[in-house]
């Protein structure tokens, strides 16, 4: 889908809430037979984390949801990033948890991972409300994280709407290739009144998912470019010092 049917696709959709207009402009995206989502190059490397680990209340929780195409887990991106935040968050415990959704080119399957993210997060902040929860989401797992930050009301499909004060307990979000910043013309940090201050979204330069730039390489290269440790040392200021004034960063090109 070329960026002026995009945007044609924006405007009929004009009074519509932000999160119903990307799905709506990914399913038009994905209606039209054109890859929104580069595919993924899955490291040999890549390990899945199927659940949260070990600790029932850990200090850090994350919560990633893969990229289009990557197997059950974190994905490599994910994987780049947590591998980042452990050593920079002066030794508390790190657990993961791989939002349950397929990933697949049915984009708007993306809502089961809205439902299965919020769920696990509201679980986590009634259950362990000293646990910094941190988001994190790459290309259609950013769209998830999207979703969960940004929806008030149940839209096409997605029905777990997280409650204000679930935001509380989420010490910070990193979302990469988020497809929100091409078809909303805005990234997460613009989008969500509740967690826009503690949310880094990441585009690495002229990446098409996330700009109207044609780098389709781009996409794969987060980890190369440094984008994921950045990423980590945002989330890190604030997993450690919460209450310290910290500015939202954008890489986006």
């Known amino acids: 889908m070329k960026i002026n049917e995009v945007a044609a696709v924006r405007a009929k959709s004009g009074n519509v809430s932000p999160l119903r207009r990307l799905l709506m402009c990914v399913a038009a995206v994905a209606v039209s037979g054109v890859t929104l989502v580069a595919p993924a190059v899955v490291s040999p490397g890549t390990t899945a984390i ?37 050593p920079l ?3 508390k415990s790190v657990a993961v948890y791989a939002v349950n959704y397929p990933a697949t080119r049915d984009f708007l399957r993306a809502a089961d991972g809205a439902n299965d993210a919020s769920n696990f997060v509201q679980n986590i902040a009634n259950t362990c409300p000293d646990t910094k929860i941190v988001l994190g989401g790459y290309s259609q797992g950013a769209a998830v994280i999207d979703a969960i930050t940004v929806a008030d009301q149940p839209t096409l499909g997605f029905t777990q709407i997280m409650p204000a004060g679930v935001a509380d307990h989420v010490a910070g979000v990193a979302v990469f290739g988020n497809p929100s910043i091409r078809l909303l013309g805005n990234p997460l940090t613009a989008l969500s009144p509740l967690y826009g201050t503690k949310t880094i979204d990441l585009c690495n330069g002229a990446d098409p998912v996330c700009s109207n730039g044609d780098d389709v390489p781009a996409h794969s290269l987060y980890e190369q470019s440094g984008l994921t440790t950045q990423a980590a040392q945002f989330v890190a200021d604030r997993v450690n010092a919460p209450q310290a004034s910290i500015t939202t960063l954008s890489g986006q090109g």
Do not use: H, Y
């Open 50 to 86: 199927a659940s949260a680990q070990a600790d029932a209340c850990p200090a850090v929780q994350v919560v990633f949801a893969r990229g289009t195409g990557e197997p059950d887990g974190i994905g490599r991106v994910g994987q780049a990033f947590v591998d980042s935040l452990r």
């Open 89 to 91: 968050v002066k030794g």
